[in-house]
């Protein structure tokens, strides 16, 4: 609930409604607090790596809690270089390795703990970046 004031970018909207699918003019505050944690286990299990896919709704409600950017999805979607198959490299040597390097950013994937779990909630840890030791911890 504290995000939900402070989480108020261009598109955040979208997500949440998205998301929780809100009526018109409903109080969002009060629609959240009323949404069963039912509706939060398939980011559970896909967080946990119970399950390897999830929807983009939830994969965008994900990317809301943990603040990462840029967001929605197709935003972020649209900001990955696409490869051509006509410059893809076979033989890679130094060289054109380094050149790849120097080209594209490598990006690691947060490691993701869950640190508490019982029937009704389940909390989780994740670094996202560990050089500016950045770390979220979510509970759902």
């Excluded at 509706?39 to 983009?56: A, D, Q, R, Y």
């Excluded at 809690?65 to 197709?74: M, N, T």
């Excluded at 490299?89 to 990006?107: C, T």
């Amino acid at each position: 609930m504290w995000l939900l004031s402070r989480r108020n970018e261009k598109y955040d909207q979208g997500i949440l409604n998205r998301f929780f699918k809100f009526k018109e003019g409903e109080n969002r505050l009060f629609a959240i607090e009323r949404v069963k944690g039912d509706k939060f286990k398939p980011i559970v299990n896909f967080l946990t790596g119970e399950t390897k896919s999830t929807t983009p709704a939830n994969l965008e409600l994900i990317a809301w809690l943990i603040d990462f950017k840029p967001r929605p999805l197709s935003i972020y979607l649209r900001s990955i270089p696409k490869i051509e198959e006509e410059n893809v490299i076979l033989n890679v040597g130094s060289d054109s390795l380094r050149s790849l390097k120097e080209e594209f950013e490598i990006v690691e994937t947060p490691e993701t703990k869950v640190i508490q779990r019982n029937e009704k909630s389940i909390t989780i840890i994740s670094q996202i970046n560990p050089s500016l030791k950045i770390t979220t911890i979510v509970s759902l």
